[in-house]
């Protein structure tokens, strides 16, 4: 099986923009979640979605919001970005929700915000 | 307390040696635990996990949970340099007595394998 994809590997932002990302799950794997890494922060936990459905949500602003689709893709979006936006996004997939088992991790999209 | 928590390392030790990673979880109900490991300027790749009825082993790794000290470590056998890399230990958090699909991580231990 393919494994988890992200796009874009890279981008390049303004203070104030807005920047939208986009994660498609191993075939088969409805649950995919939202994690942000930062050097000084580590993994965070941004959100989870299962069949299209918000399940959990991490300590963000509401500026972070995502968003599946029918087809499990998802999408996470980032509005009035700031300088400490700047990290590595990862999303990870897995078959099913709430059991957290097995969780496959993309290559991530690197967030630098300027 | 963090809730999951890792000596950041540097743990160093030769090759062919027995690499001991440890972590440290304060939810005494965790029941799923996992690691993952990250080469620089990658992403994490899951190793293996446990559920709180017992130790794994696949191939070089081992990984085992001591429920009533409330930590969970990975045992790398005949240690190699590709194996250098940091380690990171994850918890699957609860909601009541349900695993949620969030997970925890620690910060990650950094290990040295050296030739």
């Given at each position: 099986k393919a494994g988890v994809t992200q796009t874009p590997r890279y981008l390049i932002k303004t203070r104030g923009q807005q920047v939208t990302l986009s994660c498609s799950p191993i075939s088969g794997h409805r649950s995919v979640s939202w994690y942000q890494q930062t050097p000084g922060q580590g993994l965070q936990f941004l959100f989870e979605y299962f069949s299209e459905t918000q399940r959990n949500k991490g300590n963000f602003p509401g500026r972070f919001s995502g968003r599946q689709f029918s087809n499990s893709r998802s999408e996470m979006n980032v509005s009035?970005?700031?300088?400490?936006?700047?990290a590595l996004y990862l999303c990870a997939s897995s078959?099913?929700?709430?059991?957290?088992?097995g969780k496959r991790f993309g290559p991530g999209t690197r967030l630098l915000v300027l | 307390q963090k809730e999951v928590e890792q000596n950041s390392g540097p743990l160093s030790v030769p090759e062919g040696a027995i690499a001991s990673l440890n972590c440290t979880y304060s939810d005494r109900g965790s029941q799923s635990f996992f690691w993952y490991r990250q080469y620089s300027g990658k992403s994490p790749e899951l190793i293996m996990f446990i559920y709180s009825n017992g130790d794994k082993e696949d191939g070089r790794f081992t990984a085992q949970l001591n429920k009533a000290s409330q930590y969970v470590s990975l045992l790398i056998r005949d240690s190699q340099p590709s194996d250098s890399a940091t380690y990171l230990c994850a918890v699957n958090s609860r909601y009541g007595s349900s695993n949620t699909g969030k997970l925890i991580f620690g910060q990650g231990t950094t290990l040295q394998v050296k030739p």
């Open positions: 009035t970005l700031e300088l400490g936006d700047s078959d099913g929700a709430g059991t957290g088992g | -």
